[in-house]
């Protein structure tokens, strides 16, 4: 019923989070009316990805050089590492302005159901981080099945260290994403955090 060329364009859209065929046709029909300078600077953010943005060699957030922003940030605390899912979270924590210590992204969960296991996720690099400078780690993944699971292998994990261990408190909903929460939500579950 389409052109090839467009029902490429609305594949590739169905392709993002909660986007259906309808949604992904008013995309590419919304695309289609574009200047050309707009679509030129759409294509070269998405052919940027490939070689503009990699994952910090410390703490694995995203980083448009070999370290991220956070990582070479001297002002940052460097006694706390906040230990998140994905680096989506790291954003939603940065925009609370409440904390000021270091990140460390798993980029991923543990998931026995997906065949997700501890090796398959960034722990390691976590473990060699940790020095005599380290005084607490904050495990701040979802509060899912996944995230808790994820939270108590890491607690356990983490008891050979000489570290205070706290889990982000449940200001936010069972269930829930960090990067949906709004910065109050956000700043009550990290004030209210336990040791865990």
Known sequence: MYPKTFETL???????????LKTAERYAFHVIEWKDEDIHKFI????????????????????????????????????????????????AMEKTKEYNGLYHVLNGV????KGILPEDININTLLDRINEETKEIILATNPTVEGET?????????????????RIAHGLPMGGHLDYADELTLIKAIEGRKKM
């Open 150 to 166: 994820t939270a108590l292998y890491l607690s356990k994990l983490l008891e050979q260290y000489d570290v205070n261990v706290t």
């Open 44 to 91: 070269d953010g998405l052919s940027n990805i490939e070689t503009g943005i990699h994952q910090c060699k410390i703490c694995g957030n995203l980083s448009e050089n070999e370290l991220c922003e956070v990582c070479t940030d001297l002002s940052r605390n460097k006694q706390m590492i906040c230990v998140v899912q994905s680096p989506k979270d790291v954003i």
């Open 110 to 113: 543990i998931s026995t159901s």
């Open 10 to 20: 609305v594949e590739c859209f169905q392709k993002l989070p909660g986007v259906g």
